[in-house]
């Protein structure tokens, strides 16, 4: 295979996008029939499956590759045009990035209001769990992410951000209630707190007071999925929980929290991933990150990336 016909790769690239062969056909201006041919042709040239026709439509592991590699070349293509003077008609930079929940509530949106917007710049911000936040890199999805994880994406960057500390805190009524006695012990029966069902943190935090690897919190496990919801519950004392530093050290003053091992907290390290892109736009997103990352967390260990 000598080269990827692009009018097939960008038509791979709206299925993905739009979800059927036909939503694709109208947002390119052809008919499905000449959508299905590109895709075949492709497929054939590639000598892979690159789409599982289910709907939406999927990408495979190989369609992946090439999705993102439209991605890249379409973001290449329009900084081309912008610095050639070229107006190209289709509106302001479109940045997706993946962020964590926790991230989004407290630092990061304050963040890229930093951003200059000359040229302006449009944030498709894709909430996800900060473990997981690289798949939708690999997935070709966003061109970057807030992540916990400090191994690259193929064809990605990773710089250290710093440290996301959490506390492990309850209302008062509920500690009085529930946690009694030794904590390592109670906490592996009260109920608890959690973002969704790929929150680890509170069974991360028994795990870490018992020594003991298959520990988890409590069996009744409200699940409540936005950081200040999140927040609220604990504070209302439906369970205990890990709460941002920032979120929890004003509830912790007024006595709405309290804390269940003042010396125990545990630091979630984050680290930025983006695309091996020379692109203007994302470089000056990264910058204002790393900065006001600097700012937010706490500094991460010397040697982390």
């Not at 973001?75 to 990035?97: C, F, H, K, Q, Y």
């Not at 030794?182 to 069974?203: N, W």
């Not at 630091?267 to 736009?281: E, G, N």
Request: proline share 8%; glycine share 6%.
């Amino acid at each position: 295979m000598d080269e990827l016909p692009l009018d097939q790769v960008r038509t791979l690239l709206a299925v993905v996008d739009e979800g059927t062969f036909e939503a694709a056909a109208a947002a390119l201006h052809v008919t499905p029939s000449a959508v299905s041919q590109r895709v075949k042709a492709l497929e054939q040239r590639t000598g892979r499956v690159l789409l599982m026709r289910t709907k939406p439509v999927r990408a495979t592991e190989s369609g992946e590759v090439v999705v993102r590699f439209a991605r890249q070349l379409s973001r290449l293509e329009r900084d081309a045009r912008a610095e050639l003077g070229m107006a190209d008609g289709t509106g302001p930079v479109r940045l997706p990035i993946a962020v964590n929940a926790d991230s989004l509530a407290t630092w990061f949106l304050p963040a890229l209001a930093r951003v200059p917007q000359d040229p302006p710049v449009c944030f498709e911000l894709h909430r996800e769990d900060e473990s997981h936040t690289t798949a939708l890199l690999r997935e070709g999805q966003v061109m970057a992410a807030v992540t916990s994880s400090p191994d690259a994406v193929a064809g990605c960057t990773v710089r250290p951000l710093g440290l996301a500390r959490y506390l492990p805190v309850a209302s008062p009524h509920f500690a009085a209630r529930h946690l009694t006695g030794a904590l390592r012990r109670d906490l592996r029966t009260a109920p608890t707190v959690v973002f969704d069902r790929k929150d680890e943190l509170q069974d991360a935090f028994v795990r870490s007071l018992t020594r003991d690897p298959a520990a988890r919190s409590g069996p009744v496990r409200h699940h409540v999925p936005t950081s200040e919801g999140f927040c609220d519950a604990v504070a209302a004392g439906m369970g205990w929980g890990m709460v941002p530093e920032s979120q929890a050290r004003p509830l912790v003053r007024t006595g709405r929290l309290v804390l269940l091992a003042p010396r125990r907290p545990m630091d979630v390290p984050l680290y930025w991933q983006q695309w091996k892109l020379d692109s203007p736009a994302l470089a000056r997103v990264a910058e204002v990150i790393a900065g006001a990352a600097g700012e937010a967390l706490r500094p991460a260990p010397a040697g982390s990336a």
